[in-house]
């Protein structure tokens, strides 16, 4: 088990894994585990969060979990690699698991077939919901309230453009006339007010796949779409 684990409350858990349909249920679960590490001092977003997060994710420690962060309001909080290898004995694959609805024991050999099969599922329907009861309407900022730089972005490596309110975004895109579907990785840096999506070309640190020539003739976009190789960040 995990560091600081009850036998009782993985139990629990383990019940209730299917039923994880948010970031504090999935954060819960993972402190059920012992993989997650609450850090009570106030943190810097801009390099220290990552340079912490880096840290733990190299010497497979728990994700760290700011629970104060220095220049925003209180209240605002960030977890650190909620998606990396966890810190569970014998469980590297824990956490990628219970984000996928699956027991933290989950093998590798299992996830993937379980990826493999997610494909030839029938897709859900919509469910439409009240303003009154959407968990994206609990907090509406209008104005001049409405500012990106009020929440807790944080600024990853010193070479970056910017604070990266996105770094996992993925963009499928089908050409105009359907022959192809391309899949892109971006990252999104943010200003005052605004986010906007970035791509680079390739680097000795960097990841970067092309949009190949085949595919312009069929109407596609040159861009680059990278993956980095450094552990994310984001706001809990």
């Not at 139990?11 to 012992?34: C, H, P, Q, V, W």
Request: aromatic share 6%; hydrophobic share 35%; with cysteine.
């Amino acid at each position: 088990m995990g560091r600081n684990a009850s036998p009782i409350r993985i139990e629990r858990r383990k019940e209730l894994m299917t039923e994880i349909n948010d970031l504090r249920f999935y954060i819960s679960a993972l402190e059920a585990l012992g993989d997650v590490q609450r850090i009570s001092r106030v943190i810097d977003p801009n390099l220290e969060a990552s340079a912490v997060t880096r840290r733990s994710t190299e010497n497979g420690r728990p994700a760290p979990f700011f629970e104060h962060l220095s220049g925003v309001d209180e209240g605002f909080r960030m977890i650190g690699a909620p998606g990396a290898l966890s810190s569970v004995p014998g469980y590297p694959l824990a956490r990628v698991s219970l984000s996928l609805g699956l027991p933290y024991t989950t093998t590798t050999a299992e996830l993937v077939e379980h990826l493999r099969q997610a494909g030839t599922k029938q897709l859900l329907p919509p469910r439409r919901v009240t303003a009154d009861s959407a968990p994206c309407k609990q907090n509406i900022l209008m104005g001049e309230e409405a500012r990106l730089d009020r929440f807790p972005i944080p600024f990853v490596h010193q070479s970056d453009g910017g604070p990266y309110v996105n770094t996992w975004g993925v963009i499928v895109a089908q050409t105009p006339d359907g022959r192809w579907t391309n899949w892109s990785r971006h990252s999104t840096v943010s200003s005052r007010q605004l986010c906007a999506p970035r791509s680079w070309p390739p680097s000795p640190s960097w990841q970067a796949t092309p949009v190949l020539p085949h595919r312009a003739d069929c109407g596609a976009i040159d861009l680059w779409g990278a993956t980095a190789r450094r552990p994310a960040v984001q706001p809990a």
